[in-house]
C-alpha cells in the first residue's frame, strides 16, 4: 500500500522558515518523481516543487524560485521541502504525491497518483 506522510507544517510569521517532511512507503522510492503541492482557501491546487529520487532533477514553480528547496534522502525514503522568506500567500495546505519516473520532470497534479493527506503551513504578517 503506498503512503506518504507530511509533517512539519505550523504558524510561523513572515520571513519565517519551515522544513516540511514526506514520508513514502509501499514503492519503489528512488525510482519515483516526488512533488509537494498546496492548495489555499478558495484556489486551485497547485505544484511547488517536484524532485526525481532517481537523479535529482527538479522542477520549481515561480513563485518559490529562491526561497524553497526541495531535496531527498533515499535512504530513509523522505523528500523535504525548505521553506524560507515565507510569506502570508504561502499559507496553504501543503500535499506531498508521487508518480513513476518521467524523462523530464514536471509538477502538473494530473500526473500523480497517490497523495499525502497534507500539513497546513500558515504565515502571519
Known amino acids: 500500500e503506498v503512503q506518504l506522510v507530511e509533517s512539519g507544517g505550523g504558524l510561523v510569521q513572515a520571513g519565517g522558515s519551515l522544513r516540511l517532511s514526506c514520508a513514502a512507503s509501499?514503492?519503489?522510492?528512488?525510482?519515483?518523481?516526488i512533488g509537494w503541492f498546496r492548495q489555499a482557501p478558495g484556489k486551485e491546487r497547485e505544484g511547488v516543487s517536484c524532485?526525481?529520487?532517481?537523479?535529482?532533477?527538479?522542477y520549481y514553480a515561480d513563485s518559490v524560485k529562491g526561497r524553497f528547496t526541495i531535496s531527498s534522502d533515499n535512504a530513509k525514503n523522505t523528500v523535504y521541502l525548505q521553506v524560507n522568506s515565507l510569506k502570508p500567500e504561502d499559507t496553504a495546505v501543503y500535499f506531498c504525491?508521487?508518480?513513476?519516473?518521467?524523462?523530464?520532470?514536471?509538477?502538473?497534479?494530473?500526473?500523480?497518483?497517490?497523495w499525502g493527506q497534507g500539513t497546513q503551513v500558515t504565515v502571519s504578517s
Open positions: 524532485i526525481s529520487s532517481s537523479d535529482g532533477s527538479t
Open positions: 509501499g514503492f519503489t522510492f528512488d525510482e519515483a518523481v
Open positions: 504525491a508521487a508518480r513513476p519516473p518521467i524523462e523530464v520532470v514536471t509538477c502538473l497534479e494530473t500526473d500523480f497518483g497517490s
